[in-house]
């Protein structure tokens, strides 16, 4: 899929258009599940590898019978409507309430509420539980009453509307202006159209995105309603109204861990308790005597919490997991961040008792200060002629949109005070990786200062020209002292990952979404030669004012040193092969997907998604080395394995390999195109079933995705656990499978 300029011919863009409207038609038809792949194999509309099949008109890199002369169409562009990059302001997120428990109705219980209610008629009628979370103990929220929630967070996944509720959690000041009353429409752009609400599902159906902020040892309980139609239709053709939700790289137990087969319904809500603990819980530090392992009392002081202080986190983020369809619901706008604070990151720079690093943030709360500590969200989209989010689910290999939004706003500009701030840096893409730069006006490179990859604290900071290639659902958080600039001055944010290429014939030209075809210089990435529309600046600082007191923020020398794994032995290894040409070997027309990509387990063939199938049971208690190796130099995948943080050990075989910014723990691991990675993982605290799979969303929908469990974690969670299969009117059950590896 390659975008067309926008000078390309009237007739090249008109049948670029036809040509999308046509896989437009298709695509629904999908997501509406009226037709099958199997239909569309039939129908010759695809090919027997399950791709799209290079039919004109079809196609838009295949020439149709009226336009031969023009060669490939190729895509049309997403139309900008006049508007110039950084022309708008860049809002910060939307801070979610945090209330008391008391506040939901009804109240919160340790199994599944099956209280029943009449389901609509387009979900099949009759009455169903008010709780889309499996039922009975199994799927009981573990240690409930030890970790009684003390946070009622609660939000509803609902179509496109204006934002009259917007709270970014600082003054306009520290906003660009922006006055949070005025109402927020969800649009790109001001110049933009509004979005129809079938065509964007957000968290409240608002913008900016949300933030929910918590603190160790205060457990939140988040409540998410489905608040979509019933109607399968009302999808502006792509995605599906059932959702799991995922606390990225959350360490809590499988029932809260938005696993991809239990999702919930139009009209149902699920209960997540997120007990927000340090890792090694029950076995490391637990008299709590470390005052390293701690949380903010509220009052300038700190709590002692047990657990490993090595282990504490900064930066998360949830999103969408429902099975296959992954990909178009967080495009779609299911997604959403979560900062997690400490006694070592505390979110207040002013105070200073030993323990707390003292990160820019600002002070005027005890914790959690935002005014210099800002979320960011990158995001590739495309739009079709009428300014409507568009997707094309036919691209299996990655989807590349040819607009790049911050925060879900196209291109913007945010102003800065002559400071220090932290930076916060999610990859929210389908399959777009970002290599992000900071130049000056001038475009001469500036530095960077990187302090945590996956929301983890460098055990010391590292200094960069250049940030490495982002994956899929990673997180880099950077420091960047504005005080060496003068009021006046503008910077940028440069991408410099350019994902054209050219397809196999080594003519048509293409933008891969398997993978970053080249790392530009700066000097070229500003060029404007690049054919990846991505390529470039896309967000602009203002440096706008002196601070009005003097920073006192800090980047420590020492952070947080990675947990000491060396007395404890290893289990077992094993390893998981990424690649195409999977197999499916399941029956169960519930639990399985059939898709190009696939793993293959320990010497095993490349089998297809089957969220019934267990791949790996580690036991519990234990420490295992697992190797993750791409089979394949065409492509790259960011490997995100759920519940336990890893340690890399390796890069292509050998430690000499992996750079400073990996040296930390991380959640996403990124194979690159023919390589591996060898790391190391501790099982501890909590039970139930995971998941491991590609995190370039087209990829894991298709179906490079598998199940792995905990093994003797004592009673519920004896393996294998029942494999839950939601329907409207409950969850039924089906017997789980494994595989010779997994024990």
Known sequence: MIFLPKNASRARLRAAENARKNRAEIVRELSWGRISRRD????????????????????????????????????????????????????????????????????????ANQTQKPVDALLGGGTGPIEGRPPGPVWAHQ??????????????????????????????????GIDPRSGQPLRFHPKWPTQNPANVWTFNGTIPPKLVQGRYGEPILFRHHNGLSPDVRKN????????STHEHNGHHGAENDGFTGAFFFPGQYYDYHWPIVLAGHFS?????????????????????????????????????????????????????????????????????DGVNLRLPSGSGKD??????????????????????????????????????????????????????????????????FFKVALVNASGQAQLITWIANDGNLFPQPVTVAALDEQGIAERYDIVIDFSQYTVGDKLYFVNLADHSGVADDGVTPILNGKKVVTDLTVAQALSGQSLDPCVGRFLEFRVVRDPAKPDVSQVPLQM???????????????????????????TSANTAFVGPWGIGTDGGSTLDADYGRV?????????????????????????????????????????????????????????????????????????????????????????????????????????????????????????????PSAR
């Open 284 to 352: 490391v530090n637990t008299a709590a005597d470390d005052i390293k392992a701690s949380t903010p009392d509220g009052s300038g002081g700190l709590i002692k919490i047990p657990g490993d202080w090595h282990e504490t986190m900064s930066t998360h983020w949830f999103h969408d997991h429902m099975f296959s369809f992954t990909a178009q619901n967080v495009y779609k706008g299911n997604a959403a961040m979560f900062n997690i604070y400490s006694g070592l990151d505390r979110g207040n720079e002013e105070i200073n």
């Open 40 to 111: 569309l194999l039939k129908l010759g509309l695809f090919t027997g590898a399950g791709m799209l099949a290079p039919i004109g008109g079809l196609n838009p890199l295949v020439s149709n019978v009226a336009a031969a002369a023009l060669g490939p169409t190729g895509a049309p562009p997403s139309p900008r409507f006049g508007c110039l990059p950084f022309t708008q302001p860049m809002p910060r997120f939307d801070v979610i309430p945090r209330n008391p428990i008391g506040c939901l109705t009804p109240s919160p219980t340790a199994e």
């Open 236 to 243: 502006g053709g792509f995605g599906r109204h059932t959702i």
């Open 143 to 176: 240690r409930f009453a030890e970790f009684p929630p003390a946070v009622a967070v609660e939000m509803t996944q609902a179509p496109a509307c204006t934002n009259h509720v917007y709270n970014p959690g600082v003054d306009p000041i520290y906003n660009c």
């Open 367 to 432: 914790w959690g200060n935002l005014e210099y500590d800002v979320n960011l969200m990158l995001a590739d989209k495309a739009f079709d002629q009428d300014g409507q989010l568009y997707f094309d689910i036919f691209e299996f290999d990655g989807f590349i949109g040819d607009v790049m939004t911050v925060n879900l706003v196209e291109e913007p500009y945010f102003e800065v005070e002559r400071r220090k701030y932290r930076f916060r840096i999610l990859n929210a893409s389908v399959s777009r």
């Open 560 to 586: 947080i040193p990675n947990p000491d794994l060396s007395g404890i032995p290893v289990a077992r290894e094993r390893t998981f092969v990424f690649g195409r040409g999977a197999v499916q070997t399941g």
């Open 615 to 739: 791949s790996a049971a580690p036991r519990f208690g234990t420490r295992e080395i697992w190797h993750l190796v791409n089979d394949g130099g065409g492509w790259d995948h960011p490997i995100h394995i759920h519940f336990e943080e890893g340690q890399v050990l390796a890069r292509n075989g050998s430690a000499a390999n992996v750079p400073p910014w990996e040296l930390g723990r991380k959640d996403v691991y990124r194979l690159r195109p023919g390589g591996s990675i060898t790391l190391t993982m501790q099982f501890r605290d909590w039970g139930g079933m995971f998941m491991e799979h590609c995190h370039n969303t087209m990829h894991e929908d298709n179906a490079m995705l598998l199940r792995w469990e905990l093994n003797g974690g004592g009673e519920p969670f004896l393996r294998p656990l029942p494999t839950p299969v939601p329907t409207p009117q409950g969850v039924v059950f089906e017997d789980p499978y494994d595989l």
